[in-house]
């Protein structure tokens, strides 16, 4: 039986193993980057950038990729070569500063002599969307070259109730600069890096589901809010904002990867068709899916099996699959599926089926993404 989600919870403490919580991120970045040569990090704007952007930045297209902190890997495991070139990180659950991201874009262009540009990208939250306009602003004004996405993939919330706002923003961006980081390496142009982006992002849905809430990390010891006893939350978002609904008991995975593939599918469900699959030429696509944090790998195969066989029962191929934790919400347990809808063979799109693969396929040096 599913039922409306509920206002008030039970709550229970739970723990995290951190020093000051003002400086975890700093630390997590410090033990991500001290080790790896790929990766520098500047400390007083919590940058992540590739090693070698001083010479990249002279003649490729430049990728930022920015989120409050909580979210990791999401986007500092995601930096280095063949993909982004840099990532900016606010407090947990905190958008970057306008300052921050202004640092960012001097770093990702050349100090002497012309820019190929930068292509900015962020989930669709509203703190992330002003400071990012604020930064573009001021680095426009001073004469760089940028291109800004927000992506908004979450089919948890509708056309109604999205309204001028739009979807939040879950992993469907990390698909989306897979491949366009890819573009950008190979050295393509800001307009078809950002074209792919902006074409991946309005094919591309993700439904995630939790089996608990979520907590700040304040304090060692903090408090969390708990769902009812044999309950699960379907769309619940990634900082814990309420879900499309809770339902008990629990459902056999079967039936949960069954809902959750049709809230991503159903062409005729007119509040959340947001991926416009074809009634009458064959469908493929690629499909992450994600943990919250804690879900193990061994969960998410399960899962990912269940997916490819009920995508498969409605005539989508799945050409591609990767797992793992992609975007997290700190330890929260729980998953996601995204699907991106791969170019149709006669589709006029600014990639093809073929090529779109390749760049899908394309090594990367990163310290977190599943190849």
């Excluded at 495991?77 to 659950?93: A, D």
């Excluded at 001097?106 to 604020?134: E, F, R």
């Amino acid at each position: 039986m599913a039922t409306e989600t509920q206002t008030k919870q039970p709550t229970k403490e739970t723990f995290h193993f951190i020093n000051d919580p003002a400086d975890a991120i700093n630390e997590a970045a410090i033990g991500l980057t001290e080790h790896n040569p790929n990766l520098s990090y500047a400390t007083a704007h919590k940058i992540v950038y590739r090693s070698d952007l001083e010479t990249f930045r002279n003649d490729h297209v430049t990728t930022i990729g920015f989120a409050g902190g909580g979210h990791e890997p999401m986007f500092s495991g995601f930096v280095g070569p063949s993909f982004l070139s840099c990532s900016v990180s606010g407090n947990i659950f905190a958008s970057p500063t306008a300052a921050q991201i202004f640092e960012a874009i001097k770093l990702c262009q050349p100090t002497n002599g012309p820019s190929k540009g930068t292509l900015i990208v962020c989930g669709n939250y509203t703190g992330d969307i002003l400071n990012a306009g604020l930064a573009i602003t001021r680095a426009t004004a001073a004469g760089y070259k940028v291109r800004f996405i927000p992506v908004g993939d979450d089919v948890a919330v509708g056309r109604k109730k999205g309204g001028k706002v739009g979807r939040r923003g879950l992993s469907g961006h990390v698909v989306g600069l897979k491949i366009a980081c890819a573009l950008g390496d190979q050295g393509e142009s800001l307009e078809r890096v950002g074209d792919a982006m902006e074409y991946i992002a309005a094919n591309s849905g993700t439904i995630a589901v939790a089996f608990d809430r979520v907590a700040l990390p304040n304090n060692i010891i903090t408090e969390i809010q708990t769902l009812p006893p044999a309950t699960i939350e379907l769309g619940l978002g990634c900082h814990g904002e309420p879900g499309l609904r809770q339902i008990s008991p629990v459902p056999s995975p079967e039936a949960l990867t069954k809902e959750m593939i049709k809230l991503l599918t159903d062409t005729s469900d007119m509040d959340r068709a947001f991926i416009p699959f074809s009634k009458s030429e064959k469908n493929e696509a690629i499909l992450l899916v994600n943990s919250s944090g804690s879900t193990s790998d061994e969960v998410l195969a399960r899962f990912a099996e269940l997916a490819i066989a009920e995508l498969g029962h409605q005539g989508i191929s799945v050409r591609r699959m990767t797992l793992g934790p992609m975007v997290t919400s700190l330890k929260q347990s729980g998953f996601g599926f995204t699907v991106w809808r791969l170019p149709g063979a006669g589709e006029k799109a600014v990639l093809g089926r073929d090529e779109a693969l390749k760049l899908w396929d394309r090594k990367v040096q990163t310290a977190a993404w599943r190849q």
